[in-house]
């Protein structure tokens, strides 16, 4: 996984010497409970569509969620010359496959509030969010896993 992870984020900078803006960005998200490669579609500058597929509860299962965000807040002025600041929200659902105690199917509402910069030279963004997951588990029980609730991390995309 680290290779797969390393692999991305070298590929992403290949990017940066012949990169134009257009809607999409591809980038990488390591939380509390999940490490996910993410791609982004950005339909203009208020809102983004989401799209993360990674590991759940650091080894015990996998995730693949969606969120439709919108860009809260904007402070370009903070560091003109640096970065464009802003506050990010939004809401959607995952799927996925849970292998810990309570092994099976995987589902239930995602949320996102973050906080970060793109950096004006090269469209990079890194930012810190919470993407917390009500994650219901139906198998042989049908359980809730307080572990969702956990994902506070950092997100870091390339926007190609």
């Known amino acids: 996984m680290k290779k797969l992870l390393l692999v991305a ?7 940066v ?3 134009q803006r257009t809607p999409h960005a591809l ?5 509390g409970s999940t490490m996910d490669l993410e791609y982004q579609y950005h339909f203009n500058k208020k809102n983004f569509l989401d799209v993360t597929v990674g590991v759940f509860d650091l080894d015990d299962g996998f ?35 849970y292998d810990g105690d309570d092994s099976g199917f995987l589902f ?7 906080f970060g910069f793109t950096l004006k030279s090269i ?19 049908f359980d809730i896993l307080d572990s969702g ?4 991390g950092v997100t870091l995309t390339y926007r190609f």
């Open 9 to 15: 984020i070298c590929s992403m900078m290949a990017f």
């Open 17 to 19: 010497a012949s990169a």
């Open 27 to 31: 980038g990488v998200h390591f939380g």
């Open 63 to 97: 995730s693949a969620q969606t969120v439709y965000n919108w860009n809260i807040r904007q402070w370009p002025q903070w560091t003109p010359r640096f970065a464009t600041w802003k506050f990010w929200g939004g809401f959607g659902g995952g799927v996925g496959f």
């Open 108 to 114: 239930g509402p995602v949320g996102t509030l973050g």
């Open 123 to 141: 469209p990079l963004t890194l930012g810190v969010d919470y993407r917390p997951m009500v994650a219901f588990v139906a198998g042989d029980d």
């Open 149 to 152: 609730f956990k994902n506070i």
